[in-house]
């Protein structure tokens, strides 16, 4: 066949079952769901387009937006059918005799999916579903003729937006995925929280590692300012130099209740001394103290290493659930204690610098948004 096709990412829902949240711009590896897919299918050198509802995307360069353009009764959105049908229009208005689907929700997909889909189009078919092995037919991840444009949209027009009923009449084909050598987890779709942690690495935290004055703290308290979290754990900071030009390093409540500040060592351009009581009581205490909301840690550094009782308290703290937003040291010398937390497999580690403050800032805040609870 001389037939010329393109791809479609469906990214037109409302995300409710993630809790009203943007799929397309969830976070996997410091990656959106979106610009993973889309790099998949960039590489097939096929027209790509981009279906969008509820949310604005953006639009990679190269790509065509295409927006729903079929609604219920009462302003509704249809769902996958109307992105694909809205895009099958575009596409055939484009010279192109079909499209290769899939939901911006699917960030391990594999653009090897669609070669081996194609070995199943012939002159024939007007559309291609793949079956898994749990026997679910994913319909959003299939290919699609312009033939499929007169069915659909005349059920659309009416309101019905079930695939499945939409192509009874057409030439479809059922590809079981085992047996045309697809790897099943290209079709695993995050529609929920739980998805999310269960697929994605459970990585939930964010650790901002950047050099001196790169602007964490600034960060972290603008972060702090985007949530209606409660806030537990610690912030670090000068607040003495003495005559002799020693700065001496106080922990306070990350609460800014500077009145319980306790000193934790003495600096000048290098850790001087270090009051490591003061970890092991206040420290551990204030990080104890969480039950709910989000912890800070502002910042881990080189003085608290021999702090044994709160280095394990820092560790158990990123093993569990409740949100952590910390700073560390860049360079890290090798610390060792440094490279376990960046390392940490919960953990979404941001490298901060002068030039890239608002795409971190950002890209935190697209993590903050798979956390359950509270984005202003």
């Known amino acids: 066949m001389n037939q010329k096709y393109g791809c479609l990412l469906l990214a ?7 809790g009203g949240l943007n799929k397309a711009e969830l976070v996997i590896n410091r990656e959106t769901f979106a610009s993973k897919i889309e790099s998949e299918l960039s590489e097939t050198g096929m027209q790509c387009y981009i279906s969008q509802c509820a949310f604005q995307q953006d639009i990679p360069e190269g790509w065509m937006k295409v927006d729903d353009l079929y609604f219920g009764s009462e302003g509704e959105a249809l769902g996958p059918a109307a992105g694909i049908c809205s895009g099958l229009l575009q596409a055939k208005k484009d010279g192109l005799a079909g499209l290769f689907c899939v939901p911006c929700d699917a960030p391990f997909f594999d653009a090897d999916v669609i070669e081996k889909m194609k070995k199943f189009i012939t002159e024939e078919t007007d559309a291609v579903w793949i079956r898994t092995s749990d026997e679910r037919i994913q319909t959003v991840f ?11 949209e005349t059920d659309l027009k009416r309101g019905m ?30 529609n929920r929280r739980e998805d999310y942690e269960k697929n994605c690495n459970g990585r939930m935290h964010i650790v901002i590692e950047g050099e001196k004055r790169a602007g964490k703290s600034t960060l972290i308290n603008r972060l702090i300012n985007e949530t209606d979290y409660r806030i537990y754990g610690y912030k670090t900071k000068i ?11 106080y922990m306070y409540p990350a609460a800014e209740e500077k009145t319980e500040a ?34 800070i840690m502002d910042e881990i550094g080189f003085m608290e290493t021999n702090a044994e009782r709160f280095c394990q308290k820092v560790t158990e703290t990123f093993d569990h659930t409740i949100p952590v937003i910390a700073a560390i040291k860049q360079p890290d010398h090798g610390n060792k204690w440094l490279r376990s937390i960046k390392k940490h497999p919960k953990v979404y580690l941001l490298r901060l610098n002068e030039n890239n403050r608002e795409e971190i800032y950002e890209t935190a805040k697209r993590i903050m948004k798979t956390w359950k609870g509270g984005e202003k």
Request: hydrophobic residues 40%; aromatic residues 6%; contains cysteine.
């Open 262 to 295: 306790q000193e934790i060592g003495i600096t000048r351009q290098k850790v001087v001394s270090v009051n490591t009581d003061v970890f092991e009581n206040f420290g551990v205490k204030l990080l104890s103290d969480a039950a709910d909301g989000i912890i």
């Open 161 to 190: 937006s079930k695939l499945r009923l939409m192509l009874k009449d057409v030439n479809l084909r059922i590809v079981d995925a085992k047996d045309a050598g697809m790897d099943e987890r290209c079709f695993t779709n995050i």
């Open 239 to 249: 607040l003495k130099t003495d005559e002799q030009g020693y700065h001496h390093v």
């Open 12 to 18: 037109g829902g409302k995300g409710s079952r993630m």
């Open 142 to 152: 299939g290919w699609y003729s312009v033939n499929c444009i007169l069915p659909m």
